[in-house]
């Protein structure tokens, strides 16, 4: 009998037990096989400051902001605030000599509190009200991005020096992506389309007003876009559009922002978006859509969020039960859910699942990892691999989790919103508490 028969764990730890291209880039097992990411055992974590958690790994996401400004050099990275935003996330952002773009008032506020230059922010949204459009102008943010006519008289009804705005337009290309996160074709709510006239309205209307300066043309053609042909697709036809609107108006627009959603793999075989063939789609598509065009080539933007705070980020959850129904699941029921992760409930969204306080002994089992909430469909992953002996206080790191978790977390069943801890060179951080009940019943009146 060899020691691999005593401790089969021992043969698992001979390959990677967490894939780098899903995991953060300073995810490791420790001697008893517990996770650590940037240097700190997620047990001590979990530990100190309960569960769920946040964990971002600061290294991870810097590095990732790092490899975008070399891939795409010449081209300004701007860092889409809505997949995760703090006052530190912020810091680390401009430190990285990165922009950020906004979507509300609050993610105006949190970026202007972690020291954000206002002049390389982006004010993005498809309803901003007049006080969020007001605090933009009195913040001085560099760009706003039009979408909708109400909001060009807006602009210029409260605007007292002359503001660069761009026209977010849908170019119509379909990623095939769920329906809910294809923005990029015309049947939904965001921009102007380029067919039926709506864009060339909302140029017109933006160039009456000469305290608004249109500087250029904004699109997103939707999340999880793995193709960078489909990018160029996109400059191809915004191009075409800037040359209309110099042939109408003799304006010639020199910005040109793609926006984001560049793909990051969830699970193992899940594709991502390569960023030297983005770099080389979009010089290869400007050269050719210019020259087609005679037109000058405009400077270009892009918008990455998930792409770099994505793997950056892992939820720690304590297990509370396991159970086996009679010719069914069996369910490990954690300390979270939907209230701190809504994407599997809104997009079907799949994640990697890791047991993070041990090394497992003997075989594995297919579970469905389910949440604490109030609704059957509260689930963090569906037949997963688990160790067959996971029990009660055991912790769980769920991958992947660094955008889109803790700004869309909700106070369902009154549950406080987790904590978001940094982690950096064997330190933890808490970067935003744990809610509390006393913070839920502030806001209750009476």
Known sequence: MTLLDILPSLGQAATPRFDPAIWPITAHPDEVGGLCVGGVPLADIADEFATPAYVIDETDFRRRARRYRKALRGIQVVYAGKSLLTTAVARWVREEGMGIDVCSGGELAVALAGGTDP?????????????????????????????????????????????????????????????????????????????????????????????????????????????????????????????????????????????????????????????????????????????????????????????????????????????????????????????????????????TVALANRHALGPKRRVTVAGRHCEAGDEIARDVELPADLHPGDLLAVACTGAYHHSMASNYNLVGRPAVVGVRDGRARELVRRETVADLLARDRG
Do not use: W
């Open 119 to 351: 002049a390389r922010i982006v004010m993005h949204g498809n309803a901003k009200s007049p006080d969020e459009l007001r605090d933009a102008l009195r913040a001085g943010v560099g760009r706003i991005v039009v979408d909708s006519c109400i909001e060009v008289a807006y602009l210029a009804g409260v605007a007292r020096r002359r503001q660069p705005v761009l026209i977010r337009v849908t170019p119509d290309v379909d990623v095939h992506g769920h329906p809910a996160v294809a923005t990029g074709v015309s049947d939904q709510k965001f921009g102007f389309t380029l067919t039926g006239g709506h864009a060339a309205e909302a140029v017109r209307r933006v160039l009456a007003h000469p305290i608004l300066d249109l500087v250029g043309l904004h699109c997103h053609i939707g999340s999880q876009v793995t193709d960078p042909a489909l990018y160029g697709e996109a400059i191809r036809r915004l191009i075409a559009a800037m040359a209309d609107i110099r042939a109408r108006h003799g304006v010639i627009l020199t910005e040109l922002n793609l926006g984001g959603g560049h793909a990051i793999p969830y699970v193992p075989g899940d594709r991502e978006l390569d960023l030297d063939q983005l770099a080389d789609t979009i010089e290869d598509a400007l050269d050719a859509a210019c020259a087609a065009e005679h037109f000058p080539r405009p400077s270009v933007v892009v918008e990455p969020g998930r792409a770099i705070s994505g793997r950056a980020g892992v939820t720690l959850y304590r297990v509370c039960s396991v159970k086996t129904q009679s010719g069914g699941r069996t369910f490990v029921a954690v300390d979270g859910g939907m209230s701190d992760n809504p994407r599997v409930s809104l997009y079907g969204a799949r994640y």
